[in-house]
Nanobody
Framework: QVQLVESGGELVQAGGSLRLSCAAS????????MGWFRQAPGKEREFVAA????????VYADSVKGRFTMSRDNAKNTVYLQMDSLKPEDTAVYYC????????????????WGQGTQVTVSS
């Protein structure tokens, strides 16, 4: 069974930085398409970033492009989301997702999801 555990979310001031981690077990991140999503109160879950199974492609939502960086550490079986220049509108629960069948997914159609980590950005 695949398990994903997110960590690193906390309260931060606008303009600050955070690094989220997603530790995987039951499947290697190097053999999975991986994604980060977020859900703000009263809103639908939305795409933030994704890396292809091969690791050759990384895609970002326009709202975070240039501020967020997704990376993968195969040795630690962990993916990261480095978030810089944070804005109050980045406040949300951030979720990690994994898929074992497809190469790159920008939608919610992932096989496995973590429980989420809360990021709050104060103005």
């Amino acid at each position: 069974q695949v398990q994903l555990v997110e960590s690193g979310g906390e309260l931060v001031q606008a303009g600050g930085s955070l690094r989220l981690s997603c530790a995987a077990s039951g499947r290697t991140v190097s053999s999975s398409a991986m994604g980060w999503f977020r859900q703000a109160p009263g809103k639908e879950r939305e795409f933030v970033a994704a890396v292809s199974r091969s690791g050759g492609s990384t895609v970002y939502a326009d709202s975070v492009k240039g501020r967020f960086t997704m990376s993968r550490d195969n040795a630690k079986n962990t993916v990261y989301l480095q978030m810089d220049s944070l804005k109050p509108e980045d406040t949300a629960v951030y979720y990690c997702a994994a898929d074992s069948r497809r190469g790159l997914i920008l939608t919610l159609e992932y096989d496995y999801w973590g429980q989420g980590t809360q990021v709050t950005v104060s103005s």
